[in-house]
């Protein structure tokens, strides 16, 4: 039953989505968190950018705009840098207290989990994230840090507060104008990577190649796509031929569907340096689609076959062929490969016993290093591939 509707003071929040800040519904929700702003803040967000702006009211509530249109409304419980309190949610939501159980029978409403388990209620085109302290907070009161209502499905869709996320947002680097700096937000994405606040995506184009790249005048357009550790938010950073270019915040969904452009060959485009790194890194060979990709690197083939984990997932392996299967290979070719991952899949990995467990360089140390070599690996195929079918 829809108890949010009647039972909670949530529609004041949901009415105002998508309003702008002159609109009644909007007065009603400040009116309602007390009137004027304790503290506003602005800043330019992405490339072409937005204007964020959020009012922070010293009830606890929060509005967050995007070029004057409400995007979020937050009921912090903890109380935000710079505001002294918080909002009782309890008493606006009429729960019990702020366990996931307790505002769930409030709210009366379906319930998900979003991205990294984190719980959400859906309040007809709108969602009310729930952030609790850690990932078990939701069992014991007293755990809720705040709750975001927005249009974006959590897990699915970029966070709107991911907007005054102090990590990632100020790496994109503004010249005269307010235009971006391609140079230095480059150098700025970079470094952010190289110690850990970003992770650049491996099956993209590394940040250290984009210019490169773009210079060449051989493709369309480049992106580099690199994931913030702390809001999750993916940031897209796009040279396209003759336009100016982009940098688009969006969720990990939304970046996979992205096009994604072939490579031409390193020699065509890189320095001698760049090629000579080339030459040492690991490189595709062949492949059969669906199920499995045969590298070499430094004189050693590697086989990545896929295997079913169970119903809801499958994964892969990374052998290293031995002698007998070398020799093989160099007998039957590609069939005697497609032979092996069918074995591969068929003595699942994962199971006890498997005698492909032990030779899983998925499961060693090494296992993040060679997972991003081969993604890479694939990645510049890519390319080869779409010549072939030209
Ligand atoms: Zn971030």
Same mark, same amino acid.
């Not at 760049?274 to 690197?297: K, N, Q, S």
């Given at each position: 039953m829809q108890t949010w509707r009647t039972g909670t003071r949530l529609p004041l929040a949901v009415d105002a989505l998508a309003r702008d800040a002159s609109d009644p519904a909007v007065e009603r929700l400040r009116t309602a968190f007390g009137g004027d702003p304790v503290a506003v803040e602005e800043r330019l967000v992405g490339e072409p950018p937005r204007r964020a702006r959020r009012l922070r009211f010293a009830s606890g509530g929060e509005l967050l705009l995007q070029d004057g249109v409400v995007a979020a409304v937050t009921f912090h419980v903890v109380p935000a840098p710079g505001v002294s309190r918080g909002l009782d949610v309890t008493a606006w939501l009429g729960a019990t207290d702020d366990t996931l159980d307790a505002l769930h029978a409030a709210v009366g409403t379906r319930r998900g989990f979003g991205g990294l388990g984190t719980p959400y209620f859906v309040l007809d085109e709108a969602y009310a994230r729930c952030d609790y302290q850690d990932r078990r907070g939701w069992k014991e009161p007293g755990n809720l840090r705040a709750i975001v209502v927005s249009l974006e499905q959590p897990g699915r869709d970029s966070q709107p507060d991911a907007d005054f996320c102090t990590v990632c947002v100020d790496l994109l680097v503004r010249g005269p104008g307010d235009v971006m700096d391609v140079d230095a937000t480059v150098a700025a994405l970079a470094t952010a990577v190289a110690d850990g606040r970003l992770r650049a995506d491996p099956?993209?184009?590394?940040?250290?190649?984009?210019?490169?790249?773009?210079?060449?005048?051989?493709?369309?357009?480049?992106?580099?796509?690199?994931?913030?550790?702390?809001?999750?938010?993916?940031?897209?950073?796009?040279?396209?031929?003759?336009?100016?270019?982009?940098?688009?915040?969006?969720?990990?969904?939304?970046?996979?569907?992205?096009?994604?452009?072939?490579?031409?060959?390193?020699?065509?485009?890189?320095?001698?340096?760049?090629?000579?790194?080339?030459?040492?890194?690991?490189? @595709?060979?062949?492949? $059969?689609?669906?199920?499995?990709?045969?590298?070499?690197?430094?004189?050693?083939?590697?086989?990545?076959?896929?295997? !079913?984990?169970?119903?809801?997932?499958?994964?892969?392996?990374? !052998?290293?062929?031995?002698?007998?299967?070398?020799?093989? @290979?160099?007998?039957?070719?590609?069939? @005697?490969?497609?032979?092996?991952?069918?074995?591969?899949?068929?003595?699942?990995?994962?199971?006890?016993?498997?005698?492909?467990?032990?030779?899983?360089? @998925? *499961?060693?140390? $090494?296992?993040? *290093?060679?997972?991003?070599?081969?993604?890479?690996?694939?990645?510049?195929?890519?390319?080869?591939?779409?010549?072939?079918?030209?």
């Open positions: 099956s993209r184009v590394p940040l250290a190649d984009l210019l490169p790249l773009a210079a060449s005048g051989l493709v369309d357009r480049v992106e580099a796509q690199q994931t913030c550790a702390t809001c999750g938010t993916v940031l897209c950073l796009t040279l396209p031929r003759g336009a100016d270019p982009t940098l688009v915040r969006t969720s990990l969904d939304g970046a996979r569907r992205r096009p994604m452009e072939p490579l031409p060959p390193v020699e065509a485009w890189g320095d001698a340096d760049r090629i000579a790194a080339a030459r040492d890194a690991m490189r @595709y060979v062949d492949h $059969e689609p669906g199920a499995w990709f045969l590298v070499e690197e430094r004189g050693a083939l590697f086989l990545d076959a896929r295997y !079913v984990v169970s119903t809801m997932a499958d994964d892969s392996a990374l !052998v290293r062929l031995d002698e007998d299967e070398l020799a093989a @290979y160099r007998d039957e070719g590609h069939d @005697y490969l497609s032979t092996l991952a069918r074995r591969i899949h068929d003595r699942g990995p994962h199971r006890e016993g498997s005698e492909f467990r032990d030779r899983d360089l @998925y *499961r060693g140390p $090494e296992a993040r *290093r060679l997972r991003d070599e081969v993604s890479a690996a694939i990645r510049d195929h890519t390319w080869i591939a779409s010549q072939r079918r030209r």
